[in-house]
């Protein structure tokens, strides 16, 4: 998360494709957390985010 986080701060308006790249790493590293965090407290919320969440990633992705 922090990679991606660091890596949109410091490109800032330089390069539009590693600015989608890195929101790509946020969006993905936020999706493995809700997954890990639902398996921890045996609750299937934030495997259903996830799922929500994945879609968005990869239109993000495909617009790059």
């Known amino acids: 998360f922090f ?3 660091l890596a949109f ?3 800032g308006g330089r390069n ?5 790249i890195s929101l790509e790493l946020i969006l993905l590293s936020i999706g ?3 997954v890990l965090l639902s398996f921890n ?3 299937l919320v934030g495997a259903n985010l ?3 969440l994945l879609p968005l ?3 993000e992705s495909a617009i790059a």
């Open 50 to 52: 996830t799922l929500y």
């Open 41 to 43: 407290f045996d609750d």
């Open 57 to 59: 990633a990869g239109a």
């Open 3 to 5: 990679i991606g986080v």
């Open 16 to 20: 539009l494709i590693m600015i989608i």
């Open 32 to 34: 493995l957390f809700l």
């Open 9 to 11: 701060i410091f490109n």
